[in-house]
């Protein structure tokens, strides 16, 4: 019997010294999970040094169209820099119980949500960026970019939901069913416009780079922590995160833009961002 009590204050006082956990605590505990901190650490450090790179690559492209492509992607590094600190300094994770039903019920885990939640931020630029290489119009870049945001919002909404373990899962249906609609633009509409506007080859690399890098974020989700648990280790979690980030976001632009600067006259001579001037059709007079 009162060993019973006993193991239950003990448990109690577990539970509130996590409730309790401050902002100091939880960077206490990144600098003592060095394979954590380096995972956050290695984006930041090429985060910067992509921005530094991007912004002398784009010091001569005068076309408008080509500098809102440079434009777009720097933000990507700069969006990156920013998640990346705010994860490294505690502010954008903390201690998540899971709900009855997970596979670490009632155990805390360490969130890295600011993630998702920059997501939201960093991938509408990409988007931006790919859809005005495709010489896509207004109509599809702006349905990528709103299922873009559902996804990465209602993926954050996942992370978060710790009332029940069902719903978490139905908050990653969700994003899935946003996810469906951005690789559907991707895979289907901006190949077609890529062709018309004479950038089918390039378009097409970073197509495939983008879906496969990006289909690997769901998996990574569910197979972490917060999802089934297989990789039970939240450092392991952050550096699979941390090296599809250094593959979608530094490299992809980094061909991105080495194929825009030298290719400025492509991209100058596409038809407007109008709905109307798609796939190299010609505007009818009746
Ligand atoms: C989540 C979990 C819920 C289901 C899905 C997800 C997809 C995330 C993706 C993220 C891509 C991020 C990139 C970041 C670069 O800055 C939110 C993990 C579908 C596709 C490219």
């Known amino acids: ?3 019973a009590i006993a193991g239950d204050i003990a448990t109690l006082a577990q539970f509130e010294l996590i409730l309790e956990m401050t902002q100091t605590d939880v960077y206490n505990e990144i600098i003592d999970d060095q394979l954590l901190n380096l995972s956050l650490w290695v984006n930041i450090a090429l985060a910067g040094l992509s921005i530094l790179l991007f912004v002398y690559m784009g010091r ?5 169209r080509s500098q809102l492509i440079f434009v777009a992607t720097l933000m990507v590094p700069l969006v990156s820099i920013s998640s990346y600190t705010g994860l490294a300094s505690g502010l954008t994770m903390s201690f998540e119980t899971m709900p009855a039903g997970h596979a670490l019920a009632g155990e805390e885990v360490l969130s890295l949500w600011g993630r ?10 990409i988007l931006l960026a790919l859809g005005l290489l495709a010489g896509s119009n207004i109509t599809k870049i702006f349905t ?3 299922a873009d945001i559902g996804m990465c919002v209602t993926g954050l909404a ?4 710790t ?11 969700i994003s899935c069913m946003f996810f469906v609609a951005v690789l559907y633009v991707i895979l289907v509409e901006w190949p077609e416009d890529a062709e018309a506007a004479g950038t089918a080859s390039i378009f097409n690399t970073l197509k495939l780079l983008t879906v496969a890098m990006w289909l690997g974020y769901p998996i990574v989700w569910a197979l972490g922590a917060e999802g089934l648990a297989v990789i039970e280790s939240v450092a392991l979690t952050s550096w699979a995160y941390s090296l599809l980030d250094i593959v979608a976001k530094y490299i992809f632009a980094f061909l991105l833009l080495n194929w825009v600067a030298t290719n400025e006259s492509v991209i100058a001579n596409m038809p407007s961002l ?3 001037s798609t796939s190299g059709a010609a505007p009818t007079d009746d």
Not at 60 to 64: I, S, Y
Not at 116 to 125: G, V
Not at 167 to 172: E, G
């Open 116 to 125: 998702y939640l920059t997501w939201a931020l960093s991938t509408p630029m």
């Open 60 to 64: 001569n492209v005068e076309d408008p």
């Open 1 to 3: 019997m009162l060993e």
């Open 144 to 146: 990528a970019i709103t």
């Open 158 to 161: 996942a992370a978060l939901t």
């Open 274 to 276: 109008s709905s109307e």
């Open 163 to 173: 009332s029940s373990h069902g719903l978490r899962w139905f908050w990653y249906f």
